[in-house]
């Protein structure tokens, strides 16, 4: 069974830190591109952030400067490190896997096969 399985998520004051991990099993995930993804109540699920297979990386404007993405190949995980955190951070964040996309980053969540479950992230004023 190819399974994603994130961690990390909880509550955290503005200005804080917290880092998401995704682990995935099942399969490798070596030659996908692996994405973040959050979605707010009342907002459409957005890209945040992407990563490819030789490390070249993509992040929302809204994140730029504040969130890292980086993955271990040997462990088969990605994380998200969000620093700066804003009450607008406020979302279920997943991760997920694009097989397909090359070297490309795709943005669209269309295009993403595998999702974890969504861990719960909510930024304090």
């Known amino acids: 069974q190819v399974q994603l399985v994130e961690s990390g998520g909880g509550l955290v004051q503005a200005g804080g830190s917290l880092r998401l991990s995704c682990a995935g099993s099942?399969?490798?995930?070596?030659?996908?591109?692996m994405g973040w993804f959050r979605q707010a109540p009342g907002k459409e699920r957005e890209i945040v952030a992407a990563i490819n297979r030789v490390g070249v990386t993509y992040y929302a404007d809204s994140v730029k400067g504040r969130f890292t993405i980086s993955r271990d190949n040997v462990k088969n995980t990605v994380s998200l490190q969000m620093n700066s955190l804003k009450p607008e951070d406020t979302a279920v964040y997943y991760c997920?896997?694009?097989?397909?996309?090359?070297?490309?980053?795709?943005?669209?969540?269309?295009?993403?096969?595998?999702w974890g479950q969504g861990t719960q992230v909510t930024v304090s004023s």
């Open positions: 099942g399969r490798t995930f070596l030659n996908d591109v």
């Open positions: 997920a896997a694009d097989p397909r996309a090359g070297f490309r980053l795709r943005l669209g969540a269309q295009s993403y096969d595998y």
